[in-house]
């Protein structure tokens, strides 16, 4: 009772300094602040299908991408909507597009789904690359729009929402043990009468759209976008090392990993100008998880501590293979 | 409704028809031809050597696996080749050889997630009620990977009696377990019997056996070789040699 309290005022006190903070912060440092919201709530987003399910999707940027280029292209000159229409214009396009791709791959496990949807998000990058429509190579302008509040704000709402969504279904609802049951015994929770191909697509399209809503917001923002900025493969590689460090499958692991990562990119490249130190920074920190804190920095204020990882276990064994791969 | 309660309690019919069920696994005749029967209230055994197909014959039926050909009829519904969760949704539960926890959730919600689909209202206190039945009330908020066996196997006998089943398959529910812990599972299973559930149970253990099955049935080698109550089944001659191996 009294920890959960403590959660709470913590919880308000964040609110608040995050509410305050376009007050108490010049833009370059408000810039920041927006760019960490945002990967706290893509990773978020990727957690909801790789820790809550155990689904490793390693082409989630697809659906950042595609939030994006929705909002690019119907922004445009041509079309011309406002930035507001867009959003849930692509919240539709990527839920078609998630059941499009989810319904097939999700009947495979582990590295098999991993690579299938490593690949898709491929094909993205590909398309988008050769067609006249989306800029070819040369990527898409926007219209520029420069206030930076705005900005943060947007990427504040859309990650309070996240967090509130996933709080909501994942951790205080039915559908949260059901998701769960399946990410730790398919088999079993198929027969306590779980459809589990239903509820995994279910949280693979509620995983992919959350992500293009921060695509949307973050194409306005930078108000330019080519394909290997948006479906780039080291963007879902970023969301899952942020998730890993902070704590696969809990509620604010993603939050804590999403931040602390990028501020210290962002740190690194203001004092060192570049950010290749960044990428062995990556590396040590997934060797250090994987090897001391397997519960990630979230694991460390639980109360099974840093000890367990068996949901780390899962999700790295389906990948690896621990005989669960292939089609089910 | 009490937590030990299942949907429907006729009599009449058999609750579970088995026909002609084939399931092969490359050259491997895991079900060969089966056919049986399991009357409502029963709570039937099913026996063999290890390799004979039972377990199999549980996954067919619980839709884990789909079979080759052969029908199988649950409480009026056709269900051979139906997924596992339009099974299970029907009033058949199970549980498997090797408990299948959900190991990273606690105990407490192991139980819940079995309530999440079709029998959620109310599903805290018949969660709460079963704790207190299975004496797994003391370890409410572990986490199910931290039990040991035993109790792993009393935690998936309590996501049964959640879904509230009018069909309990239980695959060697007591195998290994300790005697207080077997003492509770067949306690329970009595009380669930009078309230109206049916069981199939696979079990070695011929003590438990004898005392809980109202009828044995003997498979080997995939196919259904003897069926009779326990005193029937230890004087047939089949069954010993299954059992003991043919005299040289």
């Known amino acids: 009772m009294k920890q959960r309290r403590t959660g709470l005022l913590l919880l308000i006190g964040v609110i608040i300094v995050l509410a305050l903070l376009p007050m108490l912060v010049n833009n370059y440092w408000l810039r920041i602040a927006t760019g960490a919201l945002m990967w706290a709530g893509l990773a978020c987003s990727w957690n909801m299908l790789g820790g809550y399910a155990g689904y490793i999707n390693f082409g989630h940027s697809a659906f950042f991408g595609l939030g994006a280029y929705v909002t690019a292209l119907l922004m445009g000159d041509k079309l011309a909507w406002p930035f507001f229409a867009t959003v849930p214009a692509g919240i539709v396009v990527t839920a078609l597009f998630a059941i499009m791709i989810g319904a097939p791959t999700l009947r495979l496990r582990g590295a098999y789904f991993a690579i299938a949807t490593w690949a898709f998000a491929e094909v ?3 398309f988008t690359s050769v067609m006249d429509f989306t800029g070819g190579i040369g990527g898409i302008g926007l219209p520029p729009f420069l206030d930076e509040r705005f900005f943060y704000f947007a990427m504040f709402g859309a990650a309070a929402l996240t967090y509130l969504i996933t709080w909501a279904l994942f951790e205080r609802s039915r559908f949260g043990l059901k998701v769960k049951a399946l990410r ?10 779980i459809n589990t191909s239903l509820v995994k697509l279910q949280t693979f399209v509620l995983s992919a759209v959350t992500a293009s809503v921060f695509g949307a917001i973050f194409a306005y923002w930078v108000t330019f976008i080519n394909p290997k900025s948006v479906f780039g493969g080291d963007i879902t590689d970023q969301m899952v090392v942020m998730v890993l460090l902070g704590g696969l499958g809990s509620l604010w ?8 990562l990028f501020v210290v990119n962002r740190v690194i490249w203001m004092y060192w100008g570049d950010t290749a130190f960044y990428i062995a920074i990556l590396g040590a920190a997934i060797v250090l998880v994987v090897l001391f804190m397997p519960n990630g920095i979230a694991g460390l204020f639980s109360r099974d501590g840093a000890k367990s ?8 064994g389906k990948v690896v293979g621990d005989g669960q791969g292939g089609p089910n | 409704m009490s937590v030990v309660e299942g949907k429907t309690a006729g009599a009449g019919d058999p609750i579970l028809v088995v026909r002609e069920l084939y399931r092969h696994f490359g050259g491997i005749k895991a079900v060969n031809g089966v056919s049986l029967e399991v009357g409502r209230r029963e709570i039937a055994g099913l026996i063999g050597p290890n390799g004979s197909g039972k377990s199999t014959l549980f996954s067919l039926v619980s839709g884990t696996v789909a079979p080759d050909r052969g029908q199988i009829r649950f409480d009026g519904h056709e269900i051979g080749g139906r997924k596992a969760h339009a099974i299970a949704r029907l009033g058949l539960a199970r549980t498997f050889q090797i408990p299948a926890m959900f190991d990273n959730m606690s105990v407490t919600e192991n139980l819940l997630a079995a ?4 029998h959620w209202q109310g599903a805290r206190d018949r969660a709460a009620e079963t704790l207190a039945l299975l004496t797994l009330d003391h370890v409410a908020d572990n986490r199910a990977s931290d039990l040991s066996g035993g109790q792993q196997k009393l935690l998936e006998f309590g996501r049964v009696i959640m ?4 069909l309990i398959l239980l695959d060697e529910v007591t195998a290994g377990v300790h005697p207080n812990i077997r003492k509770i599972i067949l306690e329970a299973i009595a009380r669930l019997r009078e309230h109206g559930i049916t069981f199939l149970v696979i079990e070695h253990d011929m003590e438990m056996v004898r005392n809980v099955c109202d009828r044995i049935i003997v498979m080997d080698a995939g196919r259904v070789v003897a069926s009779g109550s326990f005193n029937d089944i230890v004087r047939n001659s089949e069954v010993m040699q299954t059992y003991l191996g043919r005299p040289q």
């Open chain 1, 309 to 316: 990882g068996a949901v780390l276990d899962k999700a790295v």
């Open chain 2, 163 to 166: 879904r509230q089943a009018t």
């Open chain 1, 253 to 260: 692991g993603p939050a804590l990993g999403g931040v602390g």
């Open chain 1, 124 to 126: 993205l990058i590909q």
């Open chain 2, 115 to 118: 309530a999440a689909e079709g």
């Open chain 1, 184 to 193: 730790d015994h398919e088999p079993a929770a198929e027969a306590i009468g």
